[in-house]
């Protein structure tokens, strides 16, 4: 994805808004005392809708995490050839399919369930095309190199839905894209996981030491102790943090944590340098 929106990690103060607060580790800005944001809907490549969670106008990177878009691509959309350097991006198909080819040698398609992995490292390019579906729904998660890996040599994985472990147990099924048990290899120390609970259902949150993270709310409606996110919400985890969500009805929502390099992140359209 080409990810036109140029920021970097610096602290500002943005128009109309309040006192601006950067956060303990990471990049993540935001109001005082405020971690609950929505995303926004705008258009990326050749005419793809997005709800991209972050980098928007109000709000930044949260180290490691540089991007977060949700994706709805229709046939006649998608990704012409692009180049990336300098992060690592994991692509998670819910619905249709994405064919991913580079300047390396890679064609694959990913069906629903199945994950892309990249490592732009010094650059690669390639193009990202939906299959014939109506509507090809995922996510795309951008993550940091720290500077030391920014010129490795780009790489590539594909991993087939049924290689991601998923379990169910009392109302909760929890498939891990990215953590114990997953062959995705990231660069990164993170936990990527996609859960579903089913209505009053409950799950525990639980942020490791020295992580940050956020939840991802894409279907229904959770409640914590101090709030409700809705669809097409987040709520930002802080290091350690550990709380518990209960669905309303039947939701289903991303958990992604991961350790913060402590590095400022220069993002500039497809380029994390």
């Not at 209505?199 to 956020?214: L, Q």
Request: charged share 25%; aromatic share 10%; net charge neutral.
């Amino acid at each position: 994805m080409l990810a036109v929106l140029r920021i970097s990690s610096t602290v500002v103060k943005l128009r109309g808004e309040g006192d601006f607060l950067k956060c303990k580790i990471g990049g993540l800005i935001m109001p005082k005392n405020k971690r609950k944001f929505p995303s926004v809907e705008t258009l990326e490549g050749a005419g793809v809708r997005v709800k991209r969670l972050f980098p928007t106008q109000h709000l930044r990177n949260y180290d490691p995490f540089v991007l977060l878009d949700e994706f709805f691509v229709d046939p006649s959309t998608g990704f012409p050839p692009h180049t990336h350097r300098g992060f690592e991006a994991i692509t998670y198909m819910l619905k249709g399919s994405f064919r991913h080819t580079d300047d390396i040698g890679n064609d694959t398609e990913v069906f629903p369930g199945g994950v892309q992995r990249f490592t732009a490292g010094r650059g690669i390019m390639h193009s990202e095309m939906p299959g014939k579906e109506k509507i090809n729904h995922g996510f795309q998660i951008w993550i940091n190199l720290p500077k030391r890996l920014k010129e490795i040599e780009p790489s590539y994985q594909q991993v087939d839905p049924e290689q991601i472990p998923e379990i169910t147990v009392e109302g909760r099924k929890i498939r891990t894209i990215v953590g114990e048990g997953s062959p995705v290899e990231l660069l990164t120390p993170v936990i990527y996981l996609d859960i579903t609970l089913d209505e009053k259902a409950r799950y525990a949150v639980n942020t490791p030491d020295e992580f940050v993270g956020f939840i991802y709310v894409f279907q229904g409606v959770l409640k914590t102790e101090e709030t409700a996110i809705k669809t097409g919400e987040a709520l930002f985890l802080k290091e350690g943090e550990r709380l518990t969500v209960q669905s309303e009805a039947l939701s289903r929502f991303l958990v992604l944590t991961g350790k913060p390099h402590g590095e400022p992140i220069h993002q500039h359209g497809p380029f994390v340098d």
